[in-house]
């Protein structure tokens, strides 16, 4: 049987982005497609146009007023600086570096959300039930991250992610119980396109799922496949909703 550890209490401050640690790898490795969230389409593996040489963001007080609302609201869970730690230096000028930098990248930011999203699941006193399949999933996630960048840029987390899923989800569902929370899918929110606006205290204690929010009373924050909300928010963006908010519970 495995033994229940106690509750991680430091998780946020170690799966946080250190923009200062890193080389806006966020800003190269993805590929963006032109959309509400980003203004431009932009082939992964290529320097957005507005990085500047310093790893800064040239346009970083005007982003939402230039079309990159997605960027305001994106977070790497601390991978970014982690695997520049892990390679040693910067991408540029180094193509094999490079290379190693950003195919790693985006499996251990799906590995960061993940632990993060157990981390705080595991916090909860209402989820008892599942501390010991969380801390068991916790081990297995922290194992994978911990594997090498060339290692990392060949896994898939497609199982790993659908295990950690259940047991999220279940936590999810002891969360909600007491709200009796019902269940949102495909709805939209937010002004100025919403006819069903979703407002904070109707989404208490409700599982959403394919929520696209653009402003409104929940907007601010991204996510885009979070299982473990009060509100679980699967493959739809959904903005400024705390990840568990306590007064619904
Ligand atoms: S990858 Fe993370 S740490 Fe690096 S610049 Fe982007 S947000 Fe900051």
Redesign the pocket.
Same mark, same amino acid.
Not at 24 to 27: D, E, H, S
């Given at each position: 049987m495995t033994e229940v550890s106690t509750p991680d209490r430091g998780f946020r401050e170690r799966l946080r982005?250190? $923009?200062g640690q $890193?080389y806006?790898?966020?800003?190269v490795a993805p590929g963006f497609v032109a959309s509400a969230d980003f203004a431009i389409t932009k082939p992964a593996e290529t320097p957005c146009p507005h990085l500047r040489e310093d790893s800064w963001c040239g346009v970083h007080d005007t982003l939402r007023d230039r079309g990159f609302p997605g960027c305001t609201v994106?977070d790497?869970f601390g991978?970014?600086?982690n695997v520049a730690a892990r390679a040693g230096g910067d991408w540029r000028g180094d193509a094999e570096r490079a290379r190693r930098m950003f195919t790693a990248y985006p499996v251990l930011r799906d590995l960061h959300e993940l632990l993060y999203y157990l981390h705080e699941a595991r916090g909860f006193a209402a989820a008892a039930e599942v501390h010991g399949e969380l801390d068991e999933t916790i081990d297995a996630t922290e194992r994978l991250a911990a594997r090498g960048l060339d290692e990392l840029a060949q896994m898939s987390l497609a199982d790993h992610w659908a295990e950690a899923n259940a047991v999220l989800t279940r936590a999810s569902e002891l969360l909600r119980a007491p709200a009796a929370g019902r269940e949102l899918r495909g709805v939209s929110c937010g002004a100025p396109t919403s006819s069903r606006p979703v407002s904070g205290e109707r989404i208490c204690g409700a599982r959403i799922c394919g929520v696209r929010c653009c402003s409104g009373p929940i907007c601010g924050r991204r996510t885009s496949r979070s299982p473990t909300l009060p509100a679980p928010i699967c493959e739809g963006r959904i903005c400024r909703v705390p990840r568990w908010p306590r007064r619904c519970f």
């Open positions: 982005a250190d $923009c $890193c806006g790898i966020c800003c994106y790497c991978a970014g600086q």
